[in-house]
């Protein structure tokens, strides 16, 4: 097989995850841009967090909101949840640290963003029961199960869940699932 139909088998791959998907995530995914909006209109925020690739996720999704997504829009109260990652020196107090970020900057009414592709990222967990002590509303996005972070989730929270080949088309999941939530929060704010 030549480098272009690898490529070209690739792509097709990952039509089809992004195909197998649509059923799945449609209605999770409209049910979190429901909850998220119920937050901002309620002059809510919204934190999103995650570790590794899912932080860079969470960053993503919280531009996209204080900016804009496709529409010219307010910017919207999201914040992307680091840590302060850069300034410690190992995973497991850059978890402590998110969950340290939620109890501080996190009121009943706002809503997590939970971002891990195996569901079981330590720190983001930890962030999780942060929001629930706090009085937050949990979404988590995940791989697979989603994982611990599904499994600490209260009846009222919502699991995106994506079931991929591999941790390179989950993260491609992830994505349009961020693109889908803010697409989806434009149209409950502004319509059609």
């Known amino acids: 097989m030549s480098l272009q139909d690898h490529i070209h088998s690739r792509y097709l791959?990952?039509?089809?995850?992004?195909r197998d998907a649509i059923e799945q995530l449609a209605e999770p995914l409209a049910r979190a841009a429901e909850l998220m909006v119920g937050s901002l209109l309620r002059e809510g925020k919204i934190l999103a967090c995650g570790q590794a690739g899912g932080r860079d996720a969470a960053r993503l999704f919280a531009s996209l909101l204080c900016n804009q997504h496709q529409q010219a829009r307010p910017g919207l109260?999201?914040?992307?949840?680091?840590?302060?990652?850069?300034?410690?020196a190992d995973e497991a107090d850059?978890?402590?640290?998110?969950?340290?970020?939620?109890?501080?900057?996190?009121?009943?009414?706002?809503?997590?963003?939970?971002i891990s592709g195996t569901g079981n990222a330590p720190g983001v967990l930890?962030?999780?029961?942060?929001?629930?002590?706090?009085?937050?509303?949990?979404?988590?996005?995940?791989?697979?199960?989603?994982?611990?972070?599904?499994?600490?989730?209260?009846e009222d929270d919502?699991?995106?869940?994506?079931?991929?080949?591999?941790?390179?088309?989950?993260?491609?999941?992830?994505?349009r699932a961020i693109h889908s939530l803010c697409d989806g929060i434009d149209y409950l704010l502004l319509g059609a």
């Not at 850059?94 to 939970?114: K, P, T």
């Open 13 to 18: 791959a990952s039509l089809s995850a992004q």
């Open 77 to 88: 109260a999201a914040i992307a949840l680091d840590g302060n990652a850069r300034a410690l």
């Open 158 to 175: 919502v699991v995106i869940c994506t079931f991929a080949e591999s941790a390179a088309f989950t993260r491609e999941l992830h994505l």
């Open 94 to 114: 850059s978890g402590e640290a998110i969950a340290r970020q939620v109890a501080c900057l996190g009121h009943a009414g706002d809503v997590l963003l939970a």
């Open 126 to 154: 930890a962030a999780l029961h942060s929001a629930h002590d706090k009085g937050l509303r949990v979404i988590v996005l995940a791989g697979g199960d989603g994982g611990l972070l599904a499994e600490a989730l209260n």
